[in-house]
């Protein structure tokens, strides 16, 4: 049952719960996650490492393996459920509508193809094409992220980092998919190679008109071109909404300390935040909000129950005791 | 192509090495061959005595420096020197005749070995957590560590001995007239009991080095996103997965095929096959000097070869080492 | 740290396995004058009683021979008293019974005892070989891989240029130059061919260790390289040394074997290698004497087997993509 506003969205995540099992249990690396994304929209994930942030990736591409499933939930994608979808219709799904751009500094290409051949391999996979007409394919593919043509035939080992990612960006577009999901694209590079791939980014996404989940743990980096911010703790989403807002006026403790753990480079001298103590083990999460423990605001109530995402604006929510959710128990 | 310098290099060095030492043990080892040699002569012409002692080098007259560049020149000669057990057969005619029995048998049991091995091995890692996979592995296990020549002695008694299948020895029947369709027949029965040793008790090593080679690059995020990309799977289990595995099984085979002159000795023993292996061992019984020295060069140059061909290989398959070399 | 490896050593299967059948053999050798009901190499069974005190000189009283097999000789000694000796011939050839476990071999000795005692000197070689040869890797490639330069280059060619020496022929003619035969020679010749090939292994574990940053960062505080060497690159490599100790003990295991087989080696000591020589030159192929080569290839095999068990073992604790899933 979906009425107008919603059938706008692209994907709607509703009650996601996905992990791995384990001798000892269930890892919740995905904890009843939920959000909107609407056609050409870019949402921003971020949160620290091993908070679940690639595991709700791969399990929005079902690509989750052996014991890494999904749980429950629902992933409705222009009105169809990908949880429970078959293989071979998920298949026709499978980087044809969404795609995903790997963290390149890791061994995402294959170093014993050259790059043409990685991505004309993708255009052959899905379609009888002739072997000319998946070569201009991919040179188009490549010219749009500024790779020249003669480089072809390079070999991944022959490319410097930023060219790596570039070439991975070229082979998650190449099928046109109308959803890109982007893990931690710009981690392993330099500032200012950074800077180039997220402008070419925004700028491939005015032209072609994809929506884009960018994952990472870098907040900044987030700031000038998300519409719409996820922050994501231990499995769950602690505070979520239109990205303006959450910037102005970030809510959740954790939100507080993320965005005060990157200095300014204006305005007066302040010391440097941080956040005191680390991530939860994710097979025993603390009792209550899984915060508590290293929250300068924890009280009582937070150790005793968990904050569900509340609104507090149309387009801001949170998940804290501080804000809201107080009064319902 | 400094990697290509450098590995000719290594070749050419490797390869004097073993001819200075090929000629530097018998002259330094205790006991003293060339008296036994002597001894054994006793009833032979002066002449043949002459040129026994010229083909060993015993000519201890000259200066060793002499002595050894007189060896080089006639290495490059191609003299090797006069049989002693086989007087008076030239070393290098014995060499002729059991070399092609020796490359036919090993050579080919060596590729047959490794190119089963592999799929199996790539099979074996394909399909990690079934019991057929457990099973062949553990197999494999146990049946590669029994001593091969013992693995030659049990085939011979069971398929030879107790039900003659096959026959118990020899290359082929010596009735039989050489290039006829009988001739080649009996030469394939006669080689496939030995084959068959060398291929079982090689073909674990090949199986789990490409198991674990796959198990690591399956491992790898290029062939999640080749999943991902929505690839056929013989494509990524060939072009993404098998290809990167196999590189470091491809030293380890050009090593193996050099060691097909070499190894197969203890084969050769067992099944009385006459080849190179066989030439030397009965050459090391009758304390055949020249004999020895010979084939043990013979082998040590087969093998650098034989490496240094695999150093190519990888060359060619592996675009990272054409660049920089690692 | 030690305690960790250990127990997930022993909870893992397959080194189980391997540990189990090693410490049978282990106890078999150790224990083997217990075990062994004859001596590996007699072929009669003395037994010796006193009939009765007498005085006189040495004197057959009575020989009697009771079956094909066994005599019986009272005789009297000077003085003191009179023995019995009875015997007994072990049957020659003769397949596995109640007596002979393991039968017996052409010139009557019994194979049990042969096998039991054997146990001794196969695994004694293996471990002392593979401890030798394993040393010796160790030693030249943390020198190597941690002193560069021109120590490297040299270790390094020499390494590969022995590497390629074929080692079986290379041992042959060796074995056949020298005229001490025995089991220190066969050590000395097995190890000093297995060397190149632990020593590549270890080497480019100690390079790729040496940089990593935890080792740079000591070098740059300026720790002293024995420092450096044996408390931060050595305890990372444990599992690759155990592994080239396994490796190398098999290998010696079994050049042991091939050497004992090709009689190059001292043919009177009993090894399972012997008894594979005895075999063969006895015919016990074509004689239908199957106990006689059949166990010693399953033991070596067993043995072997153990080994690369526990090899698998260590490659799984290390390299936790292989672990069953």
Redesign the interface.
Same mark, same amino acid.
């Given at each position: 049952m979906m009425n107008r506003q919603e059938s706008e969205q692209l994907l709607q995540c509703r009650n996601l719960v996905a992990g791995y099992r384990i001798k000892s249990g269930f890892v919740h690396a995905v904890d009843d996650v939920s959000f909107d994304l609407e056609r050409g929209g870019f949402l921003g994930i971020a949160g620290e490492s091993g908070c679940g942030k690639s595991t709700l990736a791969f399990a929005i !591409?079902r690509?989750l393996k052996?014991?890494a499933t999904i749980e429950n939930g629902s992933l409705f994608f222009k009105g169809t459920d990908l949880v429970g979808l078959r293989e071979e219709e998920m298949?026709k799904i499978?980087?044809?509508d969404i795609?995903?751009a790997?963290q390149s500094a !890791?061994?995402?290409?294959?170093?014993?193809?050259s790059i043409g051949e990685q991505l004309t391999?993708?255009i052959h996979?899905?379609g009888e094409v002739r072997q000319s007409e998946a070569r201009d394919r991919a040179i188009e593919a490549l010219k749009l992220v500024d790779i020249p043509r003669d480089r072809f035939n390079s070999?991944p080992?022959?490319l410097s980092g930023g060219m790596k990612q570039r070439v991975m960006i070229a !082979?998650a577009l190449i099928l046109n998919p109308d959803l890109i999901i982007m893990d931690e694209p710009t981690t392993a590079l330099d500032v200012v190679v950074q800077r180039t791939i997220i402008e070419k980014i925004q700028e491939l996404r005015k032209s072609l008109g994809f929506s884009v989940i960018f994952i990472t743990h870098d907040l900044s980096l987030l700031v000038e071109i998300s519409d719409t911010l996820a922050i994501m703790y231990a499995g769950k989403i602690v505070e979520y909404g239109n990205s303006d807002e959450l910037f102005n006026m970030p809510l959740h403790p954790y939100t507080i300390g993320l965005m005060n753990s990157f200095p300014s480079l204006t305005g007066k001298i302040t010391r440097m935040g941080g956040i005191e103590g680390k991530p939860p083990d994710l097979l025993n999460p603390p009792e209550g909000c899984r915060f508590h423990p290293r929250c300068p605001h924890a009280m009582d109530i937070c150790e005793k129950s968990c904050p569900a995402l509340q609104k507090v604006d149309p387009r801001h929510s949170v998940a804290c005791f501080l804000h809201k959710g107080a009064e319902n128990l | 192509m400094a990697y290509f310098a450098r590995k000719i290099g290594l070749l050419l060095f490797a390869l004097f090495v073993a001819v200075t030492l090929n000629f530097f043990i018998p002259r330094m080892m205790p006991g003293d061959p060339a008296q036994d040699l002597m001894d054994k002569m006793q009833g032979i012409p002066l002449e043949s005595l002459e040129a026994i002692k010229a083909a060993f080098g015993v000519d201890s007259t000259d200066p060793l420096l002499l002595q050894y560049g007189k060896y080089l020149l006639n290495l490059i000669k191609g003299d090797l020197g006069i049989s002693i057990s086989r007087f008076p057969t030239p070393v290098g005619r014995v060499l002729q005749v059991a070399v092609p029995w020796t490359v036919g048998l090993m050579g080919t049991a060596t590729i047959i070995s490794f190119f089963l091995g592999t799929i199996i091995g790539i099979g074996v890692a394909w399909k990690r957590n079934t019991k057929l996979a457990s099973f062949t592995v553990g197999l494999f296990i146990f049946v590669r560590s029994f001593p091969y020549f013992w693995l030659g002695l049990l085939l011979i008694y069971f398929l030879a001995f107790r039900i003659p299948i096959f026959p118990l020895g020899n290359a082929y029947t010596p009735q039989l007239e050489r290039g006829t369709l009988e001739f080649f027949l009996s030469v394939v029965k006669h080689a496939i009991l030995p084959a068959l040793t060398i291929v079982i008790s090689s073909m674990g090593a090949w199986i789990l080095t490409m198991r674990n080679n796959m198990i690591n690059v399956l491992a790898?995020?290029?062939i999640?996103?080749?999943?991902?990309?929505?690839?056929?799977l013989r494509?990524i289990k060939t072009?993404?997965a098998a290809?990167?595995a196999i590189?470091p099984s491809i030293t380890g085979f050009a090593m193996s095929l050099g060691f097909v002159v070499g190894g197969g000795l203890l084969t050769e023993m067992v099944f009385s096959y006459p080849g190179v292996g066989l030439m030397l061992y009965q050459a090391v019984q009758s304390k055949d000097y020249p004999l020895m020295q010979a084939i043990f060069l013979f082998i040590s140059v087969a093998v650098l070869v034989a490496n240094f061909i695999a150093d190519i290989a990888v060359l060619i398959?592996?675009?990272?080492v054409r660049?920089g070399g690692k | 740290m030690f305690r960790d490896v250990f127990s997930l050593f022993i909870e893992n299967r397959k080194a189980l396995i391997g540990l189990i059948i090693l410490a049978f053999f282990s106890i078999v050798a150790i224990f083997a004058p217990l075990i062994a009901p004859y001596d590996p190499k007699t072929n009669k069974v003395e037994v010796l009683s006193i009939v009765e005190e007498e005085i006189g000189r040495t004197k057959t009283v009575e020989r009697e021979e009771i079956d094909e097999f066994t005599e019986k000789r009272v005789y009297t000694q000077s003085i003191t008293t009179t023995y019995e000796k009875v015997t007994t011939k072990l049957p020659l050839n003769a397949k596995p019974s109640r007596n002979h476990l393991l039968g017996t071999t052409r010139a009557g000795q019994d194979l049990f005892s042969q096998m039991v005692y054997g146990t001794r000197i196969t695994l004694a070689v293996g471990l002392i070989t593979g401890l030798f040869t394993t040393l010796l890797a160790l030693t030249l490639a943390l020198v190597a891989g941690y002193f560069g330069g021109i120590v490297d280059d040299i270790i390094s060619l020499f390494t590969n240029v022995f590497l390629v020496i074929p080692s079986l022929p290379l041992m042959i003619v060796i074995a056949a130059y020298i005229t001490v035969k025995g089991v220190i020679p066969i050590v000395l010749i097995l190890g000093l061919t297995s060397w190149p090939w632990p020593t590549r292994v270890l080497r480019s574990q100690v390079v790729s260790l040496k940089n990593r940053d935890f080792v740079r960062v000591s070098r740059i505080l300026g720790e002293r390289p024995l420092y450096i060497v044996f408390r931060e690159i050595l305890p990372n490599m444990i599992s690759l040394v155990m592994a080239s100790f396994f490796t190398s003990t098999m290998a010696a295991i079994m050049g042991e074997a091939t050497l004992e087989f090709l009689g190059l080696g001292n043919v009177s000591v009993v090894s399972w290698g012997t008894i594979l020589y005895w075999a063969q030159n006895s015919g016990a192929l074509l004689s239908g004497a199957w106990w006689w080569f059949l166990p010693p290839g399953i033991c070596i095999a067993l043995i072997g087997t153990s080994f690369a068990l526990m090899n698998f073992a260590i490659d799984e604790i290390s390299n936790p993509k292989l672990r069953k899933?």
């Open positions: !591409m690509l052996d014991n298949k499978r980087w044809v795609s995903m790997f !890791m061994n995402a290409l294959n170093p014993v193809l391999d993708v996979a899905h070999y080992h022959q !082979m | 790898e995020d290029y999640t996103v080749a999943e991902a990309k929505g690839l056929p494509r072009l993404y290809k990167n590189l398959l592996d675009p990272r660049d | 899933r």
